[in-house]
């Protein structure tokens, strides 16, 4: 699981059937502390998050493939939750 903010959309008229009617996502990888990693994904949203938002991105092969209830779908990671907060105990 990754930690990411919503920093852009995707749009593609175009695409293979695979993945039509998906909602794709550009997000910026962070740190728990929200200091940006120099990472991005883009990523299916399977939450409905919006720009600036905070999220958890599972990045994983059947990860999609069970949001969208397909097989071979050929995107790795999405949006499983949106973050409110984060705590740390150190």
Request: no cysteine; aromatic share 6%.
């Amino acid at each position: 699981m990754l930690i990411g903010e919503i920093i852009g959309t995707v749009v593609s008229t175009i695409k293979v059937s695979k993945i039509e009617n998906t909602r794709l996502k550009i997000v910026k990888i962070t740190d728990p502390f929200g200091k940006a990693t120099g990472k991005y994904f883009i990523v299916e949203d399977g939450v409905g998050v919006g720009i600036g938002e905070k999220v958890l991105i599972a990045d994983y092969d059947g990860v999609v493939k069970k949001l969208l209830k397909r097989e071979n779908v050929p995107i790795r990671s999405a949006v499983v939750a949106k973050i409110d907060k984060i705590n740390i105990y150190e």
